[in-house]
């Protein structure tokens, strides 16, 4: 995960104005779910594809369960340039 990410969810640097808290620890699921999606980021990049709406989503309020990457939605075009990446990862 990126310091500037881990750092942001730990100690916010002014507080939010859309009235959420701010959150100062992050949980172990979450700190993985963005490790994840700077993985998953890097790699659409190389591939010269971005989804506009990247995010993690914790639903469930125990803590027993992982926190969830959430890809969201995305044109027919880049939809399509995902798929051709995949199918061609997929056949090596």
Do not use: N
Not at 1 to 15: C, F, I, L
Not at 57 to 83: F, K, Y
Request: hydrophobic share 40%; glycine share 6%; net charge positive.
């Amino acid at each position: 995960m990126s310091t500037q990410r881990r750092q942001a969810g730990k100690t916010p640097t002014s507080a939010p104005t859309d009235g959420t808290v701010p959150v100062t620890a992050v949980h172990p699921a979450i700190e993985d779910a963005l490790d994840a999606l700077d993985t998953l980021v890097s790699a659409l990049r190389r591939a010269g594809i971005k989804l506009p709406a990247l995010d993690i989503r914790t639903p469930w309020p125990d803590e027993g369960r992982d926190a969830l990457v959430h890809i969201g939605p995305c044109s027919a075009q880049v939809a399509r340039a995902l798929a051709a990446v995949i199918v061609k990862g997929a056949s090596r």
